[in-house]
């Protein structure tokens, strides 16, 4: 069941957003050569604690960390390590979550570190326009199809795959809500978009094939063939005219 969020829910939703942009953007400051994936980490959790909020991933299902920290060929859920440092030519996607008057912030962005190869700077820009086509899909009356036929579309006219294991979601007082929102699919089906809807849209783009694996460490999830991944997430409130980004840096 899709909950429609109430004027006063958005406003909570627009506080734990910017919360969570804003850590994000704190982090990205410190993506250089030589740092540890675990400083970006406790870059989160100071953020995230000294606004009096509590970071949304800590614990979930287990999780033992602030922020998924996903180097390279990492998808997503890449957990940070004092022993995993980042180095020159490396891109890094960081994903995390704050928990604010009852609500989630969630969104995800990826990085270079320093100078990367010209396939990776490609990777990344074509990532942050299939959020952007999804995004502009937003509006009422179009259907989550829309959204997620726009993403592929522009994913794979670029010469990219898009990962189909993991998706976007609801979002709302749980992390994870109805409707489930896929970075693939045929326009004009789904769920029909209506004012007050919250959903995280957040494209995984493969250099390669789409197909992932899990490592044994049980987060860490990776592309099969080896090859790049990048991920953007944004949250995304229906309007009754379209659309406003809650999680905009």
């Keep these: 069941m899709?909950?429609?969020?109430?004027?006063?829910?958005?406003?909570?939703?627009?506080?734990?957003?910017?919360?969570a942009a804003e850590t994000l953007k704190k982090i990205s400051e410190s993506i250089r050569q030589g740092v540890s994936t675990k400083e970006l980490d406790d870059i989160a959790f100071a953020c995230i604690s000294a606004r009096g909020m509590k970071p949304?991933?800590?614990?979930?299902?287990?999780?033992?960390?602030?922020?998924?920290?996903?180097?390279?060929?990492?998808?997503?859920?890449?957990?940070?390590?004092?022993?995993?440092?980042?180095?020159?030519?490396?891109?890094?996607?960081?994903?995390?979550?704050?928990?604010?008057?009852?609500?989630?912030?969630?969104?995800?962005?990826?990085?270079?570190?320093?100078?990367?190869?010209?396939?990776?700077?490609?990777?990344?820009?074509?990532t942050k326009e299939?959020?952007?086509?999804?995004?502009?899909?937003?509006r009422p009356g179009n259907r989550l199809g829309d959204v997620s036929a726009a993403i592929q579309k522009h994913a794979e006219s670029n010469g990219f795959s898009v990962v189909r294991d993991y998706v976007g979601h609801g979002i709302g007082r749980n992390l994870h809500e109805e409707p489930a929102v896929t970075n693939f699919g045929q326009a004009g089906t789904g769920v029909r978009l209506e004012p007050g809807m919250v959903i995280c849209i957040e494209p995984m783009i493969n250099e390669g094939a789409c197909e992932v694996k899990t490592l044994s460490d049980g987060w860490?999830?990776?592309?099969?063939d080896g090859k790049l991944c990048a991920h953007e997430e944004h949250m995304v409130a229906v309007t009754i005219d379209g659309y406003e980004i809650l999680t905009e840096r």
């Design 2 to 19: 899709i909950e429609l969020k109430s004027q006063a829910d958005l406003e909570k939703l627009r506080v734990a957003g910017r919360a």
């Design 56 to 126: 949304g991933f800590l614990g979930y299902r287990g999780y033992p960390a602030t922020a998924c920290v996903s180097i390279n060929e990492e998808v997503v859920h890449g957990i940070p390590r004092a022993n995993r440092k980042l180095k020159t030519g490396d891109i890094v996607s960081v994903d995390l979550g704050v928990i604010s008057g009852g609500f989630y912030g969630d969104c995800a962005a990826t990085f270079p570190v320093g100078a990367v190869s010209a396939n990776a700077l490609r990777l990344m820009q074509v």
């Design 130 to 138: 299939c959020l952007v086509k999804g995004i502009e899909a937003v």
């Design 220 to 224: 860490t999830v990776v592309t099969k």
